[in-house]
């Protein structure tokens, strides 16, 4: 049943949601097996970074005072049941559509994986091989007995290990037990081996091992063995949630009730109840944290399950060059003419690459100024930003230090752009910058010319074959004149409300402006149909749960303005609901490629306007991030952005349509044909290269 006084979908159970679409493409037999496979990956590795994100919660808000759950809404208990079967049920699909759909597809097209199966006589030779070639080295057994004891967490966070009974072969009378690193993160998870019978075979590393450890265990007779891993999540993300009073008193009743986050252990299913009780006694595990979870642990690894055969994939789509940047002219130069949009993955990255290299190398720039979340290896712009401050150029660089996931990436560049003289930011605790944005300072003879590169995704040359995303290259005075100001709020660090006054008219920026434009945004569009005057908004974004924003969507669709919101995770608005949202569509798009923009659409009376951001709807971004928010000003920019849209809108292949129960509803064709969003867009920037003046010029 809908709470009709509280009309949001929960956030959990809208992951959920979303997670069992990313089943329903591994289920489907048009795609490519080995894509289908990846999605078994993807599902699975939402489903760990629930346990380990959301569930916590969860557990903390379960000791909290009733009053604040009461106004919350929470009932985590009931919830967390609920979870847990909904899981369950998710994770018995996944095995049989991996088992009973993929595995047997995949074999047909001559590709084999070991699953629970004794290998074939002919590859023991090359396993034995590989294994003490490749694997041995790695590999660190610890017996578990009565002599020893384990103050230190014996089993690391994330990391895959075999639990080992085994005997004496001079006394079978006394179990051994034994724990052995997986070392998939040095070895691939998928051990390629020899071609046979017509097929190519490949094997889990753990299979492998297994069938090794009579050699590890020299004197030993093994009995059986199971997998088991651990997740430990190191602080809540309350602070993300909520507004900083409650949160803070959450905390607060959190800390005087000795709140510690259990870790959660997940084994391999079958293994048996005194292989669990013995580790409780032995570790210190308490039975509640163990959780049975597959016939294989961490199965996001299948995401990257090798290319056996070019008929397990999609065909290969070549990046489309964009016409305007022909490696003849100068990026400044074309930027002078016009602005310019990139469509990735479908157009080639090379001009962000060349963007910062020429930035590196004119004598005319003085000045790169560039935010950056997350560092990959490698990374080919801050080579560029080196270059560029060994050239003579000011370069500052914004580096984000609170994302848990590459502090240690970020800190090594950070040293390695200090020595070359480059200025570091380094990010404001409690405030992390989002933004995927650089400026560009050039002096000419007539005064100061500013670029700017403005993305709804980060720098990474490698994922922008994968992720689709959007990214504006400009010399818009007014646009960059704000960026700058932008800059030098991080720069100085001022307090945000000091920022509150300043002219932002161009660019919105979360903590200053960018909800309350929104919000101004959409009151324009109710006012404009009260009017009989054209009205629509179209949102397309990653997650939407600010309930501030969702109620002005509600009150937008009670007004009769059709509303469409186009989410690729999670989402808090329930639509089709009597009276107040039978007139928002929300739909959901997964695809090859992940979607990752986020685009607003407003129909401001037929003179409609576009903007795209790093920003989602979300307590987190809208109030303890900076992100950007930007407008696609350039006309022939906004008829590409139309028909971007145009071509989600109209797609009846990967898009689903959420009803008021969460159900990932399938779209009729309705004699329009097959229109599938991602494909369309590849076409279209195709003929935006084939009919551009420069390529006929050519």
Same mark, same amino acid.
């Given at each position: 049943?809908?709470?009709?006084?509280?009309?949001?979908?929960?956030?959990?159970?809208?992951?959920?949601?979303?997670?069992?679409?990313?089943?329903?493409?591994?289920?489907?037999?048009?795609?490519?097996?080995?894509?289908?496979?990846?999605?078994?990956?993807?599902?699975?590795?939402?489903?760990?970074?629930?346990?380990?994100?959301?569930?916590?919660?969860?557990?903390?808000?379960?000791?909290?005072?009733?009053?604040?759950?009461?106004?919350?809404?929470?009932?985590?208990?009931?919830?967390?049941?609920?979870?847990?079967?909904?899981?369950?049920?998710?994770?018995?699909?996944?095995?049989?559509?991996?088992?009973?759909?993929?595995?047997?597809?995949?074999?047909?097209?001559?590709?084999?994986?070991?699953?629970?199966?004794?290998?074939?006589?002919?590859?023991?030779?090359?396993?034995?091989?590989?294994?003490?070639?490749?694997?041995?080295?790695?590999?660190?057994?610890?017996?578990?007995?009565?002599?020893?004891?384990?103050?230190?967490?014996?089993?690391?966070?994330?990391?895959?290990?075999?639990?080992?009974?085994?005997?004496?072969?001079?006394?079978?009378?006394?179990?051994?037990?034994?724990?052995?690193?997986?070392?998939?993160?040095?070895?691939?998870?998928?051990?390629?081996?020899?071609?046979?019978?017509?097929?190519?075979?490949?094997?889990?590393?753990?299979?492998?091992?297994?069938?090794?450890?009579?050699?590890?265990?020299?004197?030993?007779?093994?009995?059986?063995?199971?997998?088991?891993?651990?997740?430990?999540?190191?602080?809540?993300?309350?602070?993300?949630?909520?507004?900083?009073?409650?949160?803070?008193?959450?905390?607060?009743?959190?800390?005087?009730?000795?709140?510690?986050?259990?870790?959660?252990?997940?084994?391999?299913?079958?293994?048996?109840?005194?292989?669990?009780?013995?580790?409780?006694?032995?570790?210190?595990?308490?039975?509640?944290?163990?959780?049975?979870?597959?016939?294989?642990?961490?199965?996001?690894?299948?995401?990257?399950?090798?290319?056996?055969?070019?008929?397990?994939?999609?065909?290969?789509?070549?990046?489309?060059?964009?016409?305007?940047?022909?490696?003849?002219?100068?990026?400044?130069?074309?930027?002078?003419?016009?602005?310019?949009?990139?469509?990735?993955?479908?157009?080639?990255?090379?001009?962000?690459?060349?963007?910062?290299?020429?930035?590196?190398?004119?004598?005319?720039?003085?000045?790169?100024?560039?935010?950056?979340?997350?560092?990959?290896?490698?990374?080919?712009?801050?080579?560029?930003?080196?270059?560029?401050?060994?050239?003579?150029? #000011?370069?500052?660089?914004?580096?984000?230090?609170?994302?848990?996931?590459?502090?240690?990436?970020?800190?090594?560049?950070?040293?390695?752009?200090?020595?070359?003289?480059?200025?570091?930011?380094?990010?404001?605790?409690?405030?992390?910058?989002?933004?995927?944005?650089?400026?560009?300072?050039?002096?000419?003879?007539?005064?100061?010319?500013?670029?700017?590169?403005?993305?709804?995704?980060?720098?990474? #040359?490698?994922?922008?074959?994968?992720?689709?995303?959007?990214?504006?290259?400009?010399?818009?005075?007014?646009?960059?004149?704000?960026?700058?100001?932008?800059?030098?709020?991080?720069?100085?660090?001022?307090?945000?409300?000091?920022?509150?006054?300043?002219?932002?008219?161009?660019?919105?920026?979360?903590?200053?402006?960018?909800?309350?434009?929104?919000?101004?945004?959409?009151?324009?569009?109710?006012?404009?149909?009260?009017?009989?005057?054209?009205?629509?908004?179209?949102?397309?974004?990653?997650?939407?749960?600010?309930?501030?924003?969702?109620?002005?969507?509600?009150?937008?669709?009670?007004?009769?303005?059709?509303?469409?919101?186009?989410?690729?995770?999670?989402?808090?608005?329930?639509?089709?609901?009597?009276?107040?949202?039978?007139?928002?569509?929300?739909?959901?798009?997964?695809?090859?490629?992940?979607?990752?923009?986020?685009?607003?659409?407003?129909?401001?009376?037929?003179?409609?306007?576009?903007?795209?951001?790093?920003?989602?709807?979300?307590?987190?971004?809208?109030?303890?991030?900076?992100?950007?928010?930007?407008?696609?000003?350039?006309?022939?920019?906004?008829?590409?952005?139309?028909?971007?849209?145009?071509?989600?809108?109209?797609?009846?292949?990967?898009?689903?349509?959420?009803?008021?129960?969460?159900?990932?509803?399938?779209?009729?064709?309705?004699?329009?044909?097959?229109?599938?969003?991602?494909?369309?867009?590849?076409?279209?920037?195709?003929?935006?290269?084939?009919?551009?003046?420069?390529?006929?010029?050519?």
């Amino acid at each position: 049943m809908i709470d009709v006084a509280h009309p949001y979908f929960d956030t959990n159970l809208s992951w959920l949601s979303n997670n069992y679409r990313l089943l329903l493409e591994a289920n489907d037999e048009t795609v490519p097996v080995r894509e289908r496979l990846r999605f078994l990956g993807i599902y699975a590795y939402q489903t760990k970074e629930f346990f380990r994100v959301r569930v916590p919660n969860l557990l903390a808000m379960a000791e909290v005072s009733n009053d604040i759950r009461t106004k919350l809404n929470l009932f985590p208990d009931s919830l967390l049941e609920h979870i847990y079967e909904t899981i369950e049920n998710q994770l018995t699909e996944f095995n049989d559509i991996l088992t009973g759909r993929i595995l047997p597809a995949m074999l047909e097209q001559g590709t084999h994986l070991y699953y629970r199966e004794p290998f074939a006589p002919e590859h023991l030779s090359f396993l034995r091989r590989f294994f003490i070639e490749k694997v041995f080295r790695y590999l660190q057994p610890v017996f578990l007995d009565s002599r020893r004891s384990f103050k230190a967490p014996i089993f690391e966070s994330k990391q895959l290990y075999l639990v080992v009974r085994m005997q004496h072969k001079q006394d079978q009378e006394e179990d051994w037990y034994a724990i052995v690193n997986v070392p998939s993160e040095t070895v691939s998870r998928f051990v390629e081996l020899p071609e046979w019978d017509g097929k190519r075979h490949a094997a889990f590393l753990e299979d492998l091992i297994r069938d090794n450890l009579p050699v590890l265990f020299p004197g030993y007779l093994i009995l059986e063995s199971y997998t088991v891993r651990v997740e430990r999540e190191t602080e809540l993300a309350i602070e993300d949630e909520y507004p900083m009073q409650l949160a803070q008193r959450i905390l607060k009743q959190l800390e005087k009730r000795n709140f510690v986050q259990p870790a959660q252990y997940f084994y391999e299913s079958g293994m048996p109840l005194y292989m669990r009780e013995y580790l409780v006694s032995k570790v210190a595990i308490p039975m509640n944290d163990f959780h049975e979870r597959g016939d294989y642990l961490l199965m996001q690894d299948l995401a990257a399950f090798p290319s056996l055969s070019k008929k397990l994939d999609y065909p290969f789509q070549r990046p489309v060059l964009n016409p305007n940047f022909d490696g003849q002219t100068s990026v400044f130069e074309s930027l002078q003419n016009a602005d310019q949009l990139l469509h990735l993955p479908y157009q080639s990255y090379e001009p962000i690459v060349r963007f910062f290299n020429e930035a590196a190398v004119d004598p005319h720039v003085r000045e790169i100024h560039v935010s950056l979340y997350k560092i990959s290896p490698n990374s080919f712009i801050l080579n560029s930003l080196i270059s560029a401050s060994r050239n003579g150029k #000011r370069v500052t660089t914004y580096v984000e230090l609170n994302t848990k996931l590459d502090i240690q990436e970020n800190l090594q560049w950070s040293k390695k752009m200090r020595d070359a003289g480059v200025k570091i930011i380094l990010s404001v605790p409690g405030l992390k910058v989002h933004a995927k944005m650089a400026l560009v300072k050039r002096k000419v003879q007539k005064g100061w010319e500013r670029y700017a590169f403005l993305g709804t995704g980060g720098f990474y #040359r490698l994922t922008s074959r994968e992720i689709v995303d959007h990214a504006l290259l400009t010399s818009h005075r007014e646009l960059t004149n704000e960026l700058e100001l932008l800059f030098g709020y991080l720069s100085t660090q001022d307090e945000p409300k000091k920022y509150k006054y300043l002219p932002f008219n161009y660019l919105y920026v979360t903590q200053f402006t960018l909800q309350k434009r929104l919000l101004d945004l959409i009151d324009r569009e109710i006012a404009n149909c009260n009017a009989g005057l054209k009205s629509f908004i179209t949102i397309k974004i990653n997650q939407l749960q600010d309930h501030i924003l969702i109620d002005k969507l509600y009150q937008a669709g009670q007004a009769g303005v059709p509303v469409h919101v186009i989410v690729s995770e999670s989402c808090g608005l329930i639509p089709g609901l009597p009276s107040l949202s039978d007139n928002v569509i929300v739909s959901r798009h997964v695809d090859r490629y992940i979607e990752n923009t986020r685009i607003f659409h407003f129909g401001n009376r037929g003179n409609d306007e576009i903007f795209l951001t790093s920003c989602d709807w979300t307590y987190r971004n809208l109030h303890r991030r900076i992100d950007i928010c930007f407008p696609v000003l350039d006309e022939s920019l906004k008829n590409q952005m139309r028909m971007v849209l145009r071509n989600y809108a109209n797609d009846n292949q990967k898009a689903v349509r959420l009803d008021v129960y969460q159900n990932n509803l399938r779209i009729a064709e309705d004699g329009k044909g097959k229109v599938r969003a991602q494909d369309a867009n590849y076409r279209f920037v195709e003929k935006i290269e084939k009919n551009s003046p420069v390529r006929k010029a050519e």
